[in-house]
């Protein structure tokens, strides 16, 4: 399974993204998912989470600003990010997939996020 994010970008804090993560078959269908991210000089941390079934995780971070979303008949996932601030910023990848070593096995390249004014 390939998976290919996008919508990132450069944006002021407060201001807003949606990234996407489209996948190369229906993964979706079958496999819950998660986006990451991580900053320069630190370790990629969760940020949010949905199971198949549709129970949602949030960070702490993000929780109230961030809304995670799938389409499951386009293979696609949707991060929405509202009022971000400069401490979002990092790559942010897309995974999902059957659950190995305490993460999904498939991964994006990642999407460029950087909250800047």
């Known amino acids: 399974v390939q998976l290919v994010e996008s919508g990132g970008g450069l944006v002021q804090p407060g201001g807003s993204l949606t990234l996407s993560c489209a996948a190369s078959?229906?993964?979706?269908?079958?496999?819950?998912h998660a986006w990451y991210r991580q900053a320069p000089g630190k370790q990629r941390e969760l940020v949010a989470d949905?199971?198949?079934?549709?129970?949602?995780n949030y960070a702490d971070s993000v929780k109230g600003r961030f809304t995670l979303s799938r389409d499951k008949d386009t293979k696609h996932a949707y991060l929405q990010m509202n009022d971000l601030k400069v401490e979002d910023t990092g790559t942010y990848y897309c995974?999902?997939?059957?659950?190995?070593?305490?993460?999904?096995?498939?991964w994006g390249q990642g999407t460029q996020v950087t909250v800047s004014s």
């Open positions: 949905i199971s198949l079934r549709g129970t949602i």
């Open positions: 078959r229906s993964i979706f269908v079958t496999h819950g």
């Open positions: 995974n999902t997939g059957p659950w190995k070593d305490g993460q999904r096995a498939y």
